[in-house]
């Protein structure tokens, strides 16, 4: 099968993009102390530059934001030195990299929060989740997710501000844009679905005002790059993970995407509910409602393969394709793609944590 579509240029904004292939952001644990990137994160990601576009893992925005250990910070000044190394490695090696923009929400623990805080959501319900602790005596282990309290209205301000301080952190890091996550239950999805969303305030109850808090982080977050084109969205309708679920999901994202329309940020980023397993009924017919309704660039990611991205885009469902598991095992996935190779194997046990095994020696071609 001929994989033109795939292999045809494109721009996001300003960048020329040399393919379609977008590495989707995945969290892999391995950052230095102080949730800090270092030198190995830089040479993998450099590793995978063929890609397009890279999106990185995503990055907590605070303190608070953080949901497992050693999940990679966009807070402080270490963090921001350690991702200028993974910036510049990217861009020497001919690559274009977006960071993340994480905020966890509830799918936390007070042993990952600051001073042993309960996390916080948009109500007080517990996620039947987990997330991945470290103990004072530097055991670490998966613990189911705490009951977080309700975030205050008066608090809100400061989450937005959060994600505006990430996002300059992240250009002064030398990131090519941002990509915002309301994705996979997390803070911003929290807020969007309807089962974790139980608020009587400005920001629960119907789909304007569950859709209020993400619309106000894009704004500020564009607000800060200056370039809307360098700004991404992701989001999952009908995702499960994290314990959310939407009564209408129509409704929600058909409505958020409409809002997001007149933002004309760089793209709209849409990961399909059943990565993880699991079948969802209707899911095709939303996305291609999504796909009539947005205006601008769109990434679809979950489960795609070369033929399947590339008959995507042939038909017009999406601009760019996204990869994240393929990413993980195959460093060279754009060689291999147009090579017809064979793809290496994905080892399950070094996603998370760890070392370069399972991170930085997939073998590429040749
Ligand atoms: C190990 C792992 C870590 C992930 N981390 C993130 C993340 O940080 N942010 C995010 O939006 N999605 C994350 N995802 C979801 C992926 O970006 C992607 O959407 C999913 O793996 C489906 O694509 P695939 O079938 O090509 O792997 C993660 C997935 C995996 C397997």
Redesign the pocket.
């Known amino acids: 099968m001929s994989l033109d579509h795939l292999f045809s240029p494109t721009q996001l904004g300003d960048l020329n993009l040399p393919n379609r292939l977008v590495m ?5 644990q391995r950052s230095l102390p102080g949730n800090v990137p270092g030198e190995l994160n830089a040479l993998y990601y450099a590793q995978r530059a063929n890609a397009g576009l890279i999106i990185s ?2 990055s907590q925005v605070c303190p608070q934001g953080q949901g497992y250990a050693w999940t990679p910070g966009i807070h402080s000044a270490e963090q921001v030195a350690g991702w200028r190394q993974v910036t510049q490695a990217v861009h020497e090696a001919g690559g274009r990299v977006f960071l ?1 923009l ?1 905020h966890v929400g509830r799918i936390s623990h007070p042993l990952l929060q600051p001073g042993g805080a309960d996390p916080v959501a948009p109500s007080a319900i517990q996620a039947n989740a987990e997330c991945y602790v470290v103990e004072a005596d530097g055991s670490h282990h998966k613990a189911a997710t705490a009951k977080p309290r309700a975030l205050e209205l008066h608090e809100l301000p400061g989450i937005v501000a959060a994600y505006a301080q990430g996002t300059a952190n992240a250009i002064q890091a030398g990131f090519d844009g941002v990509e915002v ?1 309301a ?2 239950g997390y803070l911003l999805d929290q807020f969007l679905c309807s089962n974790s969303n139980q608020r009587s305030d400005a920001y629960g109850g119907s789909v304007e005002n569950r859709a209020r808090l993400v619309l106000q982080v894009v704004d500020a977050v564009v607000a800060t790059v200056g370039d809307s084109r360098k700004v991404g969205i ?1 989001i999952s309708p009908m995702g499960t993970f994290g314990d959310v679920h939407d009564a209408n999901p129509l409704e929600t994202f058909s409505y958020l995407v409409e809002q997001l329309n007149s933002r004309q940020l760089g793209y709209l980023h849409v ?2 509910p059943d ?1 993880l397993g699991g079948t969802f009924e209707g899911y095709d017919a939303l996305l291609r409602k999504l796909r009539q309704l947005y205006q601008g660039t769109l990434i679809i ?4 393969t070369a033929e399947s991205g590339e008959q995507a885009i042939a038909e017009g469902l999406a601009d760019l394709v ?5 990413y ?1 095992a195959n460093p060279d996935l754009a060689a291999r793609f147009q090579a017809g190779a064979e793809l290496n194997p994905l080892n399950p046990a070094t ?2 944590g760890g070392g370069a095994e399972g991170y930085t020696d997939y073998p590429a071609l040749g």
Do not use: K, V
């Open positions: 989707a952001p995945l969290t892999r893992e995503a993340q994480w996550h994705a996979n992701r990961n399909r990565w990611a979950g489960g795609q996204g990869y994240g598991r393929p993980i996603l998370y």
